[in-house]
């Protein structure tokens, strides 16, 4: 079975700092995807990148970059130059075959000012 | 739609009585997630439709728990017999069919109590 653990269940920066949010997974596939997605206070859930396992290079949207290692099934998240409307719940989500999809519990973030 | 839709937005509901969820996926999508999150928890798989292949039910909590979607389009989720535990938001969500790894597309939920 597929899991996907997200180790921190609340985390803060300070505006205008860097943070990074950790993301481990476990799978016996070898070609899949993996996603972070953040869930303001709306809720609305708002996909923020997505990373291709076949694909060395992490992949990189503005000021959200992730860290892949493959090897160790590790997807973190940095986010650069925190804002305040970072201010949200972010799931980590593993998709494989079909579009199957399974996400973490999910880490809390503060961004004071 | 331009969206994912549902509704009701908010239901509360007494404990015994059933509920029906509605979701109206994007046009065209074809495949189609119901997700329960609980306050302040994570995201937990409730069950998958794929264009005309049989559903993935494996979330599904407990034999209360129903869904089915016509025509390939609307989804509805059904809770019998109601109980207190099964208050949370009902997320559904949708996704095109092309190959894995497409983006999903997030509804704004149903909030259910019940009392």
């Known amino acids: 079975a597929q899991t996907v653990t997200q180790s921190q269940p609340e985390m803060s920066v300070q505006e205008a700092e860097t943070v990074t949010l950790s993301c481990t997974y476990d799978?016996?596939?070898?070609?899949?995807?993996l996603f972070w997605y953040k869930q303001p206070p709306s809720r609305q859930m708002i996909l923020v990148i997505r990373?291709?396992?076949?694909?060395?290079q992490n992949a990189t949207e503005n000021r959200f970059s992730v860290n892949f290692q493959k090897a160790a099934k590790s997807f973190s998240l940095k986010i650069s130059d925190s804002q305040l409307g970072d201010t949200a719940m972010y799931f980590c989500?593993?998709?494989?075959?079909?579009?199957?999809?399974?996400f973490g519990a999910g880490t809390r973030l503060t961004v004071k000012p | 739609g331009a969206g994912v839709s549902q509704s009701p937005s908010n239901k509360v509901t007494e404990k015994g009585k059933d509920v029906e969820l509605r979701c109206d996926p994007i046009?065209?999508?074809?495949?189609l997630y119901w997700y329960r999150q609980s306050l302040g928890q994570g995201l937990e798989f409730l069950i998958y439709?794929?264009?005309?292949?049989?559903?993935?039910k494996s979330g599904l909590p407990s034999d209360r728990f129903s869904a089915e979607r016509t025509g390939g389009s609307v989804s509805t989720l059904t809770i019998q017999r109601t109980q207190q535990e099964d208050s949370a938001v009902y997320l559904c969500?949708?996704?095109?069919?092309?190959?894995?790894?497409?983006?999903?597309?997030f509804g704004e939920g149903s909030w259910l109590t019940v009392v």
């Open positions: 969500a949708s996704s095109s069919l092309g190959g894995f790894g497409n983006t999903i597309y």
């Open positions: 799978t016996s596939e070898n070609n899949y995807y």
């Open positions: 990373q291709e396992a076949y694909k060395q």
């Open positions: 989500a593993f998709a494989y075959n079909n579009n199957d999809m399974r």
């Open positions: 046009s065209g999508h074809t495949a």
């Open positions: 439709f794929q264009g005309n292949s049989a559903p993935d």
